[in-house]
T-cell receptor, first 110, second 115 residues
Framework: ELKVEQNPLFLSMQEGKNYTIYCNYSTTSDRLYWYRQDPGKSLESLFVLLSNGAVKQEGRLMASLDTKARLSTLHITAAVHDLSATYFCAVVVAGNQFYFGTGTSLTVIP | DTEVTQTPKHLVMGMTNKKSLKCEQHMGHRAMYWYKQKAKKPPELMFVYSYEKLSINESVPSRFSPECPNSSLLNLHLHALQPEDSALYLC??????????????FGSGTRLTVV
C-alpha cells in the first residue's frame, strides 16, 4: 500500500523563525510536487522536483528531493504570516497518478 | 488559457436528487482527473481519464458516474448520494506522461453538500 506521510501534521511557528516540513513516501517515484492550499480554496502548485538531488527555491520556501531515501523537504526561512496555509507533497505513481501526503497545517504567529 | 474551470462552485443536493459537476480545460491536456477532498484531509483520487477513456477507478461507489464527452470536458454525475459524500470535489488536468515536464493544473473545486 502506498503511503505518503508528512511530518509534522500541524505546525505553529513564530514569524521570523525557520522550520522544515518532511515528506516520506513508500514507493519508487522520480518526481515529487509541493502544493499549497488556503482554507476553502483549491491547490496551488509550488514546486516540481524531477530528479534526485533537485533543489528549488522561491522566496522563503525551498524544496529538495532525495529519491534514494524517498524523502522530500520543504524548508521555510524567516516565516511570515502570509505563509499560513496547508502544504501537501504529492508523488507520481504509474506515470500520471498523483497521491498526496497527509498535509501539514502551518500557522505563523506574529 | 491556462485554467481548469469547474462549475458550479457550490452545490446543495438532497439524497434523492441527480446532479452533475462539470470541468473544462482548453490547454490541450489529454489526462483529466477527479479528486475528493474532505475537510482537513488530503485530496483522494477518484477517477483518471486518459485520451477520453477511463483508465483508473479507485473503487468509487457507483453513485458517482464520470463521463468524458471530449478532450476538453469532464463531468461527474451524482445520484442518490449520502451525507458523508459532502466534500470539495476537485478536477485536474495534465499532459500525458512522456510529453514533457508536466504537473497537474487544478480547478477551483465544487463544494458539495448533501442534505
Amino acid at each position: 500500500e502506498l503511503k505518503v506521510e508528512q511530518n509534522p501534521l500541524f505546525l505553529s511557528m513564530q514569524e521570523g523563525k525557520n522550520y522544515t516540513i518532511y515528506c516520506n513516501y513508500s514507493t519508487t517515484s522520480d518526481r515529487l510536487y509541493w502544493y499549497r492550499q488556503d482554507p476553502g480554496k483549491s491547490l496551488e502548485s509550488l514546486f516540481v522536483l524531477l530528479s534526485n538531488g533537485a533543489v528549488k527555491q522561491e522566496g522563503r520556501l525551498m524544496a529538495s528531493l532525495d529519491t534514494k531515501a524517498r524523502l522530500s523537504t520543504l524548508h521555510i526561512t524567516a516565516a511570515v504570516h502570509d505563509l499560513s496555509a496547508t502544504y501537501f507533497c504529492a508523488v507520481v505513481v504509474a506515470g500520471n497518478q498523483f497521491y498526496f501526503g497527509t498535509g501539514t497545517s502551518l500557522t505563523v504567529i506574529p | 488559457d491556462t485554467e481548469v474551470t469547474q462549475t458550479p462552485k457550490h452545490l446543495v443536493m438532497g439524497m434523492t436528487n441527480k446532479k452533475s459537476l462539470k470541468c473544462e480545460q482548453h490547454m490541450g491536456h489529454r489526462a483529466m482527473y477527479w479528486y475528493k477532498q474532505k475537510a482537513k484531509k488530503p485530496p483522494e483520487l477518484m477517477f483518471v481519464y486518459s485520451y477520453e477513456k477511463l483508465s483508473i477507478n479507485e473503487s468509487v461507489p457507483s453513485r458517482f458516474s464520470p463521463e468524458c464527452p471530449n478532450s476538453s470536458l469532464l463531468n461527474l454525475h451524482l445520484h442518490a448520494l449520502q451525507p458523508e459524500d459532502s466534500a470539495l470535489y476537485l478536477c485536474a488536468s495534465s499532459q500525458i506522461p512522456g510529453q514533457g515536464t508536466y504537473g497537474y493544473t487544478f480547478g477551483s473545486g465544487t463544494r458539495l453538500t448533501v442534505v
